[in-house]
């Protein structure tokens, strides 16, 4: 009689203590659509390149970054890459790893981005909860319109040894949705 009424009293208490943690729902009901959407806010964009003489290319860099979000989950990416190819342009080939802070789950977003057309390349996987077993994978592309404004500055003493000219365009924050 003893024993069973401490059988009985262990996990009454064990459950008033500390309740176990219900299955983890999914962060958004809608989570798991075929048709997600996308939104990239702000999307900046920046270039500067120099010229050491007349005919050598110098120092350029290239930057180009945006805010990553999915109506599928509840958290942001931050997505960030640089160029330091010739004029700072960039490559739809080369891809690069966003970071997404906080969130749960299975995250990953990665983007190109295209000088030449204009066209962003985002691929993203995630889960809709904690620990469930269905990984999404979404991929598309969205062509952006920025405002930029390009100002060239040319050394009029240019010497060997010197600056001969830098470039640097600055373009205003812009956005794109995306409704795939
Ligand atoms: C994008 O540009 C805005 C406005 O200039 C700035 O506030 C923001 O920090 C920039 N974001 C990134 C990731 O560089
Ligand atoms: C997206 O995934 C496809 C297929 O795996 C791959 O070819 C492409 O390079 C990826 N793009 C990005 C931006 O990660
Ligand atoms: C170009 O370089 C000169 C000299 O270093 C600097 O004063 C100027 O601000 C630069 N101009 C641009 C557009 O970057």
Redesign the pocket.
């Known amino acids: 009689m003893f024993s069973k009424l401490t059988i009985l009293a262990l996990p009454a208490l064990a459950a008033a203590a500390s309740c176990p943690a219900p299955p983890s729902p999914p962060s958004n009901p809608s989570c798991g659509s075929t048709h997600p959407k996308w939104t990239l806010d702000p999307i900046n964009l920046s270039s ?1 390149y120099t010229y050491t003489s007349p005919s050598a290319s110098g120092p350029k860099l290239g930057s180009f970054s945006f805010t990553f979000a999915t109506d599928q989950v509840d958290y942001e990416a931050q997505c960030s890459g640089s160029s330091v190819n010739p004029q700072g342009i960039f490559y739809g080939s080369q891809v690069f790893e966003c970071v997404t802070p906080g969130g749960s789950g299975s995250k990953t977003t990665s983007f190109s981005f295209d000088s030449a057309s204009s066209v962003v390349s985002v691929n993203t996987t995630f889960t809709c909860c904690d620990v469930c077993d269905v990984v999404y994978t979404t991929i598309g592309s969205v062509k952006i319109d920025l405002e930029c404004e390009t ?3 040319r050394n009029p003493d240019w010497v060997a040894g010197e ?1 001969y000219s ?3 365009t600055v373009c205003e924050p812009g956005a794109a949705t995306v409704q795939l």
């Open positions: 500067y100002s060239t500055w600056l830098n470039t640097t």
